[in-house]
C-alpha cells in the first residue's frame, strides 16, 4: 500500500488529485497541506510513504520541505509536482533528495504513474524534462560562476532580508555582505539600485 501525503498550496489541484486516487487499491492519502510546514507536521505523525509536494509554497517551500524529511524521515520517497521546467529547479530537488519530477501540466493519468513508480524505488522524470542537463552535483555555481557564500546570500535577498539581517544569520560582517552584492551584481552583469533583489527574487526557485 502507498500511503500519500500531498504537499499543494492550491487545494483545487489535491482536490483533483483525490478524484483521481479515489478508486485506486493500492494508494491511501493519508493527509494533505498547503504550506510545507503543516505537511512536515503530517509526515512525522502519518509516516506515508510517499510524499507529492510542489516547489512554490507558503511558509515553507518544497526544496527546504524534502530537506527536512530526508534527514529526519530519510524512507520517505518524495516526488516533486511543480509548474517549473528550468534544470535548475529539479536539479535542487533532487539534491533535496527527491527522486521524481513531474510537472503540473501533465494528464493525471501521468501523474498517477509517477506516484506509482517512485514509491517502488525507481526514478520518474516528466517526459518534457531534459534530463540529459541534469548532474548528480549541484550546477548552481556555473549559472554566473557564484560562490557558495554569494548564493547563501542571494536565497537570503530574496527572502527580502536587509544586509544587516543577512550578516546577523551568516554570522559575518554587514560590510562583508555589501561586498559580496556588488561583486554579485558585476558577476551577473547587474546594474541600477535593485536590480540584484529583482533578480534574486526571479531565480528564488532556480537556483
Known amino acids: 500500500m502507498i500511503r500519500l501525503a500531498i504537499a499543494e498550496d492550491h487545494q483545487s489541484l489535491i482536490d483533483g488529485i ?24 503530517i509526515a512525522q505523525l502519518k509516516r506515508p510513504s510517499l ?4 516547489i512554490r509554497m507558503p511558509k515553507l517551500d518544497g526544496i527546504e520541505l524534502t530537506k527536512r524529511l530526508k534527514q529526519s524521515l ?4 518524495v516526488l516533486a509536482f511543480s509548474m517549473f521546467d528550468q534544470t535548475d529547479a529539479i536539479q535542487k530537488m533532487l539534491d533535496a533528495g527527491a527522486t521524481g519530477y ?16 517512485v ?3 525507481n526514478t520518474y522524470f516528466d517526459a518534457n524534462i531534459n534530463t540529459n542537463a541534469l548532474s548528480s552535483e549541484n ?14 546570500i542571494l536565497e537570503l535577498i530574496a527572502q527580502g532580508k536587509t544586509s544587516r539581517e543577512i ?28 536590480e540584484l533583489l529583482r533578480y534574486a527574487i526571479e531565480r528564488k526557485y532556480r537556483f
Open 119 to 121: 514509491a517502488n524505488g
Open 167 to 194: 550578516a546577523d544569520e551568516l554570522y559575518i560582517g554587514v560590510h562583508t555582505v555589501d561586498t559580496h552584492r556588488k561583486n554579485m551584481a558585476r558577476i551577473l552583469g547587474l546594474y541600477g539600485k535593485g
Open 18 to 41: 483525490k478524484l483521481l486516487l479515489e478508486y485506486e487499491e493500492d494508494i491511501e492519502i493519508v493527509g494533505t497541506a498547503n504550506d510545507g510546514e503543516a505537511l512536515f507536521e
Open 74 to 77: 530519510p524512507e520517505i520517497k
Open 102 to 117: 513531474i510537472l503540473k501540466n501533465s494528464p493525471l493519468n501521468e501523474v498517477l504513474n509517477a506516484i506509482r513508480t
Open 51 to 54: 510524499v507529492l509536494t510542489d
Open 139 to 152: 550546477n548552481t555555481k556555473k549559472k554566473g560562476l557564484l560562490t557558495k557564500r554569494q548564493i547563501e
